[in-house]
């Protein structure tokens, strides 16, 4: 368990667009954390940066207690769900769980027993144990999610990534799948960064979420801290109205039957 | 190579302490003897010595050294017992020698095909073939002691007056009447068709069977009726003095082709040119596809250009320039500072042309595979860098195995063209160093030999059958490939 | 179910330091099995030179690559020694190439040969002696130096990777200009020698000979009356086939595409034979009128393909539109679609006039008179067993490649994207 924080961390490309400006934020063992924002705000760069996938221009990122701005991704000890799964499309289920604890070298390097073992674990939790020998192309979208997750998972990562994970799903696969990645993280109690541009979403799975907007980090709390409590007219916008939206048009839906 | 230097010094041991160089006293040749030959006679001053060298120059201007000419092919003054001496008609460039009785026999024929003729000859007469039709040709002699002590005959000029046409005029009425009949019956059964749909009460399509007429006709007269026609002919005894005549003689082609001598060196040959060149292809297309994938690579446009010049330069252009370097003056051993005659040598010429096709091929493979490259999803390799998968193990176990699908098309379609590729050895090396007769030479692959058989022999009903084989052995090829390859792919 | 227990939960403060390797010996690592390879090519030269002095100084220099590559594998964290250890071996293949090239005729490939040699090992010693590198080689680093050093590491290895991926381009390119820049000496020199230094002499007198020359120009002609005939020809049976195979569904359509496949899968040998019979019963032999017939069909199932590809790409409601306009489907074809695929038609036009152009067998095999010869087998006849006109042939290779080359390059995209929709989907 372990904690992870951005100081001061600035992301700029070579053509002078600024994704992220100084961005602070602490994460806390064990916390699932959610980056709320418009698309092209910066959360996705954020995520990717804790992952070693960019550079940082400037500030620094830790996890635990040592900086790893310019680790490689493998030594991070992270994993990380895509927005598109990236599985690989040549190999079965199980080679697509255990590819990364298959190339390991040295000492960290388990032998095949346990490694068939954390694949059998990791497809019963994830219910995928008579997909095994499937390739990706033979699943349905949920299935190819949890693939991901549990590619992800097997490695016992220290922090757990994610990068929109549900939005190529349809709306009831969705919300399953919401729960149960709430499940596991109560479960497996690994910090938890996650991305998305949906607010409900945000709004239920998380125990903090941060909100940002145009590279800048607008403000982070509890989810309903923050929707009772928006620090400024962004936030109203973004979240508070379009959820009060959402419930006014449920009740003028719902409201007359039930009177 | 090293086989000729060998002799070449051997003999130089042997004969150094002798004689004068025989002046050649008269020279005379004739083009009426046969379809690009010509016949030359010569006779010397006095009988010829042990080790004497007769070389024969060509040119289409007179000759006055050798430095304009070409070498067309050379005849030895040495100990001819127990080496073969064939008929005449059994080699190329028969040969006799007059060996001072007033007699002509027929030379005889040491390993590497040189005409070989006795001490004390004092004329030979040779028919040389491959010899261009039509136009005038100048040929001389020129004679070599081993002491290195040479003449020069004067130049003679002559043309080959024999071109095929002369030799038959083919009744043209069946091949018409053939022709005829499948364009009528391909009509029919457009037309047929046409009505079939029109009855079936598909009007849109009403002009379609008109538009690919004119197509499916060509096609009909111009490719599927040679293709049954030259079936046909490889079980016919069809040659240049039976056409319009041939009959049907069984098998009988085939069993020329299996026991011609040096079909297995020909096939293995062939098979090793392929397989080798595709391999080159594809390993140096990817790496360097490899190369150009990347962003931010300065220049890019420009290395693409300029590696793909082999492939938009004439491919018999690139050919005959590398042969040029290749020569023993060009400019390959300027650059290497080394001094080798590769193309004489069986092997060197082997490797040699492999290198030219390897050269010629490579901006295709490179141009597909880059294509497919693009084609990689990108975030797989995000995934593999966050599982902490190293560059090879990335490329070994990500890109290759996704390139398959690619690769094995491209891979067995390069093995066709490779297969089938004319240009490279035809004017390269034209099958030689060591062209034997009736059999394949060093560098012949299967292609270039069918059409020694067929437009050197005139043996158009083996050529045929030739041809049948080798179509029968890509297609078995081809679906074995096929299948191995979609066999592994199930399993992974 | 996964117990809390098994994550891992050990202090990572030292993740740095265990990572670090600096990024030149891992650019050294991977450059060292080249040059060991190419230290094997220098040899095989030698071989070839039989000097062998040379063979043996080079063999040298292999077997000191080779100890460099192991030590450079096993330089590590705390390796001082094995540090070294490199640096001094390194200063003996920089004095071993050096007196090799010193000793021999320093010719450009010498020059080569030597730069294979030398350079590694001016690296080697220059990055291996680098404080970063001494300090991690000393295994004296601070997590702070790793972590500086990780930072470094990922500029300096993005930088060895482009310089990497420069060097083998520049050495395909001079692969592919070899036989080029060779072919332009040949045509610019006097007489018809092969060797001798590049660009020496400049002359046009080849230049000026066949352009003046009677046969050059007959074979121009031969081949620009093949050519456009095919083209011609070619687009006149491809266009109709292509359009019907794009738009309608008819009986018999899929054996027709079919067997327009199955064409492109016969090797041209096996037609070879009876189609030089059937030319020669027809009197097509030496005529402009049997190459065209050849070549146009020949090249009918791919430009067939490629035209139908492009078709495809034309949006069927814009052809709706036209007939509900009131036209008929020839008039939809003519007024609509051709003019909207004229690009596309041109491309499969160049295509045709190339490969005809281009075209060696089918020319040699049946035109053997050469008042019909076409260039192709023209240029081949100049270098042949009647004459070795080097000189005349580069000028005339040089004067007939050039505008193929040309269109190529500038139409490259084009003809690429054309020929993998016919070939490679076939």
Redesign the interface.
């Known amino acids: 368990?372990?904690n992870v924080s951005f100081r001061k961390v600035k992301k700029q490309y070579e053509n002078g667009f600024t994704a992220v400006n100084e961005l602070n934020l602490e994460i806390n063992e064990g916390e699932f954390l959610v980056l709320l924002g418009p698309s092209g705000c910066g959360k996705s760069t954020t995520l990717r940066m804790l992952?070693?996938?960019e550079?940082v221009t400037s500030g620094e990122i830790s996890?635990?207690?040592?900086?790893?701005?310019?680790?490689?991704?493998?030594?991070?000890?992270?994993?990380?769900v895509?927005q598109?799964y990236?599985?690989?499309?040549?190999?079965s289920i199980s080679d697509n769980l255990s590819?990364?604890l298959r190339?390991?070298k040295g000492e960290d390097r388990k032998s095949d027993d346990e490694i068939s073992k954390l694949i059998n674990?990791t497809a019963t939790?994830l219910g995928l144990s008579d997909e095994l020998e499937k390739k990706p192309k033979q699943l349905s979208g949920g299935q190819r999610q949890r693939v991901a997750l549990g590619?992800a998972?097997i490695?016992?990562p220290?922090v757990l990534l994610m990068d929109e994970p549900l939005s190529n799903l349809d709306a009831e696969l969705r919300q399953q799948m919401r729960i149960e990645i709430r499940r596991l993280h109560d479960?497996?109690?690994?910090t938890t960064v996650y991305v998305t541009h949906d607010q409900i979403e945000a709004m239920t799975i998380a125990d903090r979420i941060a909100v940002l907007n145009e590279g800048e980090l607008q403000q982070h709390g509890p989810p309903m801290e923050v929707y009772k409590n928006p620090a400024n007219s962004f936030i109203e916008g973004f979240l508070c109205a379009h959820l009060n939206e959402i419930v006014d048009t449920a009740n003028s839906l719902f409201g007359g039957e039930e009177e | 190579m090293k086989r000729v230097f060998v002799i070449t010094i051997l003999s130089f041991l042997f004969l150094l302490p002798i004689g004068h160089a025989s002046e050649i006293i008269g020279i005379e040749a004739d083009g009426d003897v046969g379809y690009r030959q010509v016949g030359l006679i010569w006779t010397t001053d006095s009988p010829t010595e042990e080790g004497t060298l007769f070389e024969i120059w060509v040119s289409n201007a007179s000759i006055v050294d050798t430095a304009n000419a070409t070498k067309h092919s050379e005849v030895r003054v040495g100990n001819v017992s127990g080496i073969i001496q064939p008929d005449i008609g059994e080699w190329y460039d028969d040969c006799l020698f007059d060996s001072g009785e007033g007699d002509w026999t027929p030379v005889h024929r040491d390993l590497d095909g040189t005409a070989v003729v006795s001490v004390g000859a004092i004329g030979v007469n040779c028919t040389l073939t491959g010899l261009p039709s039509g136009i005038e040709i100048y040929l001389a002699v020129k004679s070599t002691t081993p002491n290195g002590e040479s003449f020069l005959s004067s130049s003679i000029s002559s043309s080959s007056t024999m071109s095929d046409e002369e030799i038959i005029v083919i009744e043209t009425s069946p091949y018409v009447f053939a022709i005829g009949s499948i364009a009528l019956s391909v009509l029919i059964l457009l037309f047929v068709l046409r009505w079939m749909d029109y009855r079936d009460g598909r009007t849109t399509s009403r002009f379609a069977h008109l538009y690919i007429a004119p197509a499916i006709l060509a096609l009909s007269v111009l490719t599927f009726y040679p293709v049954l026609y030259g079936i046909w002919l490889s079980f016919t005894n069809a040659d240049q003095s039976h056409l319009g005549d041939q009959s049907f003689i069984g098998i009988d082609n085939f069993i020329t082709v299996i026991s011609t001598s040096g079909f297995f060196r020909v096939t293995g040959f062939t098979l090793i040119w392929s397989v080798v060149n595709v391999a080159a292809h594809i390993g140096f297309g990817l790496l360097l596809a490899m190369a150009l994938n990347s962003d931010d690579l300065k220049g890019k446009t420009a290395y693409r250009t300029a590696l793909l010049l082999p492939w938009a330069i004439p491919s018999y252009i690139s050919v005959l320039v590398w042969r040029g370097l290749y020569e023993p003056a060009g400019a390959l051993n300027d650059f290497l500072g080394t001094n080798m005659n590769l193309l004489a040598d069986a092997n060197g010429a082997r490797i040699v042309v492999i290198l030219v096709n390897i050269w010629l091929g490579i901006p295709f493979m490179m141009m597909s595979i880059s294509g497919a490259l693009q084609a990689l999803p990108k975030d797989m390799y995000e995934a593999a860098e966050v599982d902490g998968i190293n560059k090879f193990s990335r490329f070994r176990y990500l890109t290759l195995p996704n390139l398959k699908s690619a690769l094995v098309p491209l891979s067995l379609l390069g093995f066709i063209w490779t297969f089938n590729m004319f240009n490279v050895i035809y004017l390269m090396t034209d099958g030689g160093p060591n062209l034997d007769f009736d059999g394949p030479g060093s560098t012949d692959i299967l292609i270039t030999y069918v059409y020694d058989v067929a437009f050197r022999d005139g043996a158009y009903g083996v050529a045929a059958a030739w041809s049948v084989v080798i179509f029968v052995m890509l297609v078995v090829f081809s679906w074995t490939y096929m299948k191995k390859t979609n066999a592994t792919e199930a399993v992974t | 179910m996964i117990s809390a227990k098994s994550v891992a939960s050990e202090p990572p403060d030292d993740l740095a330091s265990k990572w670090y390797v600096p990024a030149e010996v891992d650019s050294l690592r991977n450059l060292y099995p080249i040059v060991v390879a190419i230290n094997f090519v220098s040899l095989c030269i030698f071989v070839l030179r039989g000097d062998s002095d040379s063979i043996f100084s080079s063999s040298m220099q292999m077997i000191v690559s080779v100890v460099i590559l192991m030590l450079l594998s096993k330089l590590d964290q705390g390796q001082r020694f094995i540090r070294d250890g490199v640096i001094s071996i390194s200063g003996l293949a920089l004095l071993l190439s050096v007196l090799q090239f010193l000793s021999g005729p320093q010719i450009l490939i010498d020059f080569w040969m030597m730069l294979w040699t030398s350079l590694p090992a001016v690296l080697v010693i220059y990055s291996v002696s680098k404080p970063i590198v001494t300090l991690w080689a000393s295994g004296n680093q601070t997590v702070r130096s790793a972590e500086l050093g990780l930072s470094r590491n990922r500029s300096v290895s993005r930088f060895h990777g482009m310089v990497f991926r420069h060097v083998a381009l520049l050495h395909a390119v001079a692969f592919v200009l070899l036989p080029i820049l060779w072919i332009v000496d040949v045509a610019l020199s006097p007489g018809n020698s092969l060797g001798g230094e590049f660009f020496e002499t400049v002359t046009f007198e080849h230049f000026s000979h066949i352009l003046s020359s009677e046969s050059f120009w007959i074979w121009t002609r031969n081949s620009v009356i093949v050519s456009i005939g095919t083209t011609i020809l070619g687009l006149a049976l491809a266009i109709p086939a292509g359009y019907a195979f794009s738009r309608f569904k008819f009986r018999g359509r899929d054996y027709a595409m079919f067997s327009f496949l199955l064409v492109q899968m016969f090797p041209g040998v096996i037609i070879l034979v009876p189609y030089f019979l059937v030319m020669k019963a027809l009197g097509l032999l030496n005529t402009s009128l049997g190459l065209i017939l050849a070549y146009s069909v020949t090249a009918l199932p791919l430009c067939v393909w490629m035209l139908k590809g492009f078709f495809d790409t034309v949006p069927k409601e814009l052809e709706e539109a036209a007939l509900v306009d009131g036209c008929n489907q020839n008039q939809v074809f003519w007024r609509i679609i051709l003019p909207l695929s004229l690009p596309a038609v041109a491309v499969t036009a160049l295509f045709s006039f190339l490969a005809a152009w281009n075209e060696f067998l089918l020319a040699l095999t049946f035109n053997t008179s050469e008042e019909m010869y076409t260039l192709p087998v023209g240029l081949a006849s100049l270098i042949s067993s009647t004459g070795q006109a080097w000189g005349d042939f580069a000028a005339a290779s040089l004067l007939v490649s050039l505008p193929v080359v040309i269109l190529f390059i500038v139409f490259q995209r084009f003809l690429i994207e054309g020929l993998s929709a016919g070939g490679v989907k076939g």
């Open positions: 368990m372990v992952a070693g996938l550079d996890i635990g207690n040592a900086k790893v701005n310019d680790l490689p991704p493998g030594a991070r000890g992270i994993g990380m895509f598109s990236a599985l690989y499309p040549h190999m590819f990364g190339m390991m674990e939790m590619r998972l490695k016992r220290r479960e497996l109690k690994m």
